[in-house]
């Protein structure tokens, strides 16, 4: 069985910093890509960064050069460093990470989310 535990999450005033973090337990064999997605009230689930097993980056558009996505994958962990926050980043965070379990399966994972509110 798999688990990610996220942490980091709470309550920032605008233009203030949060680090979020990731951390995939269980029966792993190796983790592909790991991200960070949202969800803020009333809107769909959206990515916010991803990062694939070999370093690359991909950031939504909204926080290009606000953001970076970093892992750590002796620990099976991935961070999300969140700067210059906005009220309009409010949202859970959900972690997420495409990894092959030790049972030999393909597939993704979800983590139980984390509230970030930023206030103006």
């Known amino acids: 069985q798999v688990q990610l535990v996220e942490s980091g999450g709470g309550l920032v005033q605008a233009g203030g910093s949060l680090r979020l973090s990731c951390a995939a337990s269980g029966s792993i064999f190796s983790i592909n890509a790991m991200g960070w997605y949202r969800q803020a009230p009333g809107k769909q689930r959206e990515s916010v960064a991803v990062?694939?097993?070999?370093?690359?980056?991909n950031y939504a558009d909204s926080v290009k050069g606000r953001f970076t996505i970093s892992r750590d994958n002796a620990k099976n962990t991935v961070y999300l460093q969140m700067n210059s926050l906005k009220p309009e980043d409010t949202a859970v965070y959900y972690c997420?990470?495409?990894?092959?379990?030790?049972?030999?399966?393909?597939?993704?994972?979800w983590g139980q989310g984390t509230q970030v509110t930023v206030s103006s």
């Open positions: 997420n990470a495409v990894l092959w379990s030790g049972r030999g399966s393909l597939r993704d994972y």
């Open positions: 990062i694939s097993g070999g370093g690359s980056t």
